[in-house]
């Protein structure tokens, strides 16, 4: 079984960034697809991005030009940098590896 584990959320203004990270038990090099999802209040899980074994990423409509999804497999790791955010970004993050293994989620909260 692959564990997922996020950090890096938080509380952040609007217009702030923040890196969420998502370090795996197994070698990142192995997982085929990597991605972070996100579930506000009331609202159905959502695919924010990914990021293939071979470096190729998708957004959702929501998030392109503000986040970014890279993934270091020497430290077994994805990032999710997020830049100019706004309060409808508020939610719980997921990590996602493509064996269908979840993180156990990460809050960021953007308000004033």
């Known amino acids: 079984q692959v564990q997922l584990v996020e950090s890096g959320g938080g509380l952040v203004q609007p217009g702030g960034s923040l890196r969420l990270s998502c370090t795996t038990s197994?070698?990142?090099?192995?997982?085929?697809?990597m991605g972070w999802y996100r579930q506000a209040p009331e609202k159905q899980r959502e695919l924010v991005a990914t990021i293939s074994k071979g470096g190729t990423t998708s957004y959702a409509d929501s998030v392109k030009g503000r986040f970014t999804i890279c993934r270091n497999n020497a430290w077994d790791t994805v990032y999710l940098q997020m830049n100019s955010l706004k309060p409808e970004d508020t939610a719980v993050y997921y990590c996602h590896s493509s064996q269908n293994y979840w993180g156990q989620g990460i809050q960021v909260t953007v308000s004033s």
């Open positions: 197994q070698s990142i090099f192995d997982i085929y697809l």
